[in-house]
Every structure is written in structure tokens, then in C-alpha cells.
């Protein structure tokens, strides 16, 4: 079992940047991939960046490559989204999330935190 808990959304000016933080409960966390997903809206829910295991993979959706960077440290149990250059379309609930086995569905999903960017 693995708990989720996002941290580290809020209200920005585009341009801006804002970290969010998920935090993982359980001695397995190093075992899965890591995914951020955000939902808008009125719109369904997208895929935004994914890390592997051990960090050293990542993956992104084009619309945010070049301005997000995902990150963890197992240790810390520990994922982050570095986001910069934050447009106002990027508004809307992250969530991350935790897959162990790559192409199956996400197994477990954090609460989200809220994200909106101002013009």
C-alpha cells in the first residue's frame, strides 16, 4: 500500500514557477514509476511527466517539455514537479500517481493540489 500526498500548488502570475511536491507513505516507493497528471475543468485528465524508478527516465507531454521537470529522491520517498514559465493553461488539480508495472493502470493516486496561473 502506498499513500500519496501532494503539496505545493497556488495561485501564480504566468511566467511564474511553482514546485510541487508528492509525498509517498510505505518501503516500496523506490519500486514504482512516478507519474503527474492534471485535470482542468470541463476537461479530462491528461498526462503531464513520468519518472522511472530510479529517476533516470522521464518522460513529458509535449506541451510542457521544456518548462517542467520531474524529479525524486527515494530516500525522501520523495517526487517533485519543477514548473516554470507556467502559462494560464496550465490551470488545473495535479495528482501524481504510482505504477508498478509499466503499462498497466496507475496504482494508487494522491489527492491533488490546486494550480492556477493568472494573466
Known amino acids: 500500500q502506498v499513500q500519496l500526498v501532494e503539496s505545493g500548488g497556488g495561485l501564480v502570475q504566468a511566467g511564474g514557477s511553482l514546485r510541487l511536491s508528492c509525498a509517498a507513505s510505505?518501503?516500496?516507493?523506490?519500486?514504482?514509476?512516478m507519474g503527474w497528471f492534471r485535470q482542468a475543468p470541463g476537461k479530462e485528465r491528461e498526462f503531464v511527466a513520468r519518472?522511472?524508478?530510479?529517476?533516470?527516465?522521464?518522460i513529458y507531454a509535449d506541451s510542457v517539455k521544456g518548462r517542467f521537470t520531474v524529479s525524486r529522491d527515494n530516500a525522501k520517498n520523495t517526487v517533485w514537479l519543477q514548473m516554470n514559465s507556467l502559462k494560464p493553461e496550465d490551470t488545473a488539480v495535479y495528482y501524481c500517481?504510482?505504477?508498478?508495472?509499466?503499462?498497466?493502470?496507475?496504482?494508487?493516486w494522491g489527492q491533488g493540489t490546486q494550480v492556477t496561473v493568472s494573466s
Open positions: 500517481a504510482a505504477q508498478l508495472v509499466a503499462g498497466r493502470n496507475y496504482d494508487y
Open positions: 519518472i522511472s524508478a530510479s529517476g533516470g527516465i522521464t
Open positions: 510505505g518501503r516500496t516507493f523506490s519500486s514504482y514509476r
